[in-house]
């Protein structure tokens, strides 16, 4: 099993950034995929939760109205938009397959002007 964030970077707040997860080894259709994040000195949180269909989507409070979790399993990939950032979205954002221990090595997300 390998999951592979890319898409993080340098932003300034009101930024925005897309978030790729890119999956194998295993039957990615059929498994519901989140978004983590964690900041220094902070617990991991969760952020955004797809279904497998991807037809119901879930979010942390923190992230509704900005943040949109998309996955196209034809590829293998999920994805999560992060709109109008925060200096407080600053993390290390992480995918996993839900109620798996199988996770990313994370992408660095930094919100500053």
């Known amino acids: 099993v390998q999951l592979v964030e890319s898409g993080g970077g340098l932003v300034q707040p009101g930024g925005s950034l897309r978030l790729s997860c890119a999956a194998s080894?295993?039957?990615?259709?059929?498994?519901?995929m989140t978004w983590y994040r964690q900041a220094p000195g902070k617990e991991r949180e969760l952020v955004a939760t797809?279904?497998?269909?991807?037809?119901?989507?879930n979010y942390a409070d923190s992230a509704k109205g900005r943040f949109t979790i998309s996955r196209d399993n034809a590829k293998n990939t999920v994805y999560l938009q992060m709109n109008s950032l925060k200096p407080e979205d600053t993390a290390v954002y992480y995918c996993?397959?839900?109620?798996?221990?199988?996770w990313g090595q994370g992408t660095q997300v930094t919100v500053s002007s």
């Open positions: 996993n397959a839900r109620l798996t221990g199988w």
């Open positions: 080894g295993f039957t990615f259709s059929t498994y519901a």
């Open positions: 797809i279904t497998s269909s991807g037809g119901s989507t």
